[in-house]
Each structure stands twice: as C-alpha cells, then as structure tokens.
C-alpha cells in the first residue's frame, strides 16, 4: 500500500478510505464530510448526500462482509485527489433482490476527491460495475464457458 499522502488532506483522504469506505464507520463521518457533501457514483450519477452514502456503503457491506478498498495510486493537486483503488469481496449477503453466490469481485476504480475548508465536499467514483454485475449474475459455469469460448476465438486469429 503506498504511504500516506503528505499533502495537507493526505489524512482525511487516508481516513475517508478506511473509516468510511473500508470499515463503514460513520461516527465520525462530520469531521471528513462536508454538511453538503454529495457522491457520485455508476448506480447513482444524480448523487447522493452522507445519509445516501451511508446507506450506499451499508448496503454494500451486508452484500460483501470482506469487501475492502487497497489503494493503488494517489495523486494530489491542491484541493482535488484521484484516488486509484482495487476493491475486493465475495458476496456472502443479498444485494438488490440478488441472494448470496459466493461471487468474488476484483475490481480497480478510481475516486476524484475534491476538498473544501478541510472536509470531503464530492467524490465522484469510477469503477467497471458491468464486471461486478456479471460476475453476480452470471452462474459459475456459464462464465467457465464464456471465458473458454472466448480463448478459442482468441487462438482462431
């Protein structure tokens, strides 16, 4: 994991990924949220407020008890942050009517960050969630047979 960022919101970039993010603890959530804090993601691009990402990361957690966040890059610009990520879990809980498969997800994305009076203000989230849903939905080994049929085609060029 790469060390925390020296850069004045180094810490509270570094506490929003484990307090928030990796540990789903929002006790604290005022001291890294701004009150008018929204967050922007794949399955909510109108955004939501820290009541709306809370449930977001709740949700998230009861569906993947071991999902967690390693960060694989940073970089700092004044009062912006992109944050590179891999997020891992396996999905042992329901999520949006989907019973629990065991699906692991592996999956790299990355936040943009903005800060404003030393408090997260927006993040915007990017991550590939067409692989999180296919892996969800599609059964171990019809996924077996995509991948396989895909090699062939693969080796017919």
Do not use: W
Request: net charge negative; with cysteine; aromatic share 8%.
């Amino acid at each position: 994991m790469p060390t925390p960022l020296s850069a004045p919101h180094g810490a509270l970039v570094d506490r929003y990924l484990e307090e928030i993010l990796n540990r789903g603890d929002f006790s604290r959530a005022d001291e890294i949220l701004a009150p008018d804090f929204v967050f922007c993601g794949p399955t909510t691009p109108q955004g939501v407020d820290r009541t709306g990402l809370r449930r977001f990361v709740e949700e998230i957690r009861a569906a993947f008890s071991n999902k967690h966040f390693n960060e694989l890059e940073r970089i700092s610009e004044d009062h912006r942050i992109a944050l590179r990520f891999r997020m891992t879990g396996t999905q042992d809980g329901s999520l949006h009517g989907v019973p629990p498969l065991g699906a692991e997800i592996d999956v790299e994305g990355c936040d943009l960050i903005y800060i404003h009076n030393n408090r997260i203000i927006r993040v915007r989230a990017y991550f590939d969630l067409m692989t999180i849903v296919q892996k969800l939905l599609i059964p171990p080994p019809l996924r077996f047979m995509q991948h396989f049929l895909e090699s062939l085609q693969r080796a017919q060029k």
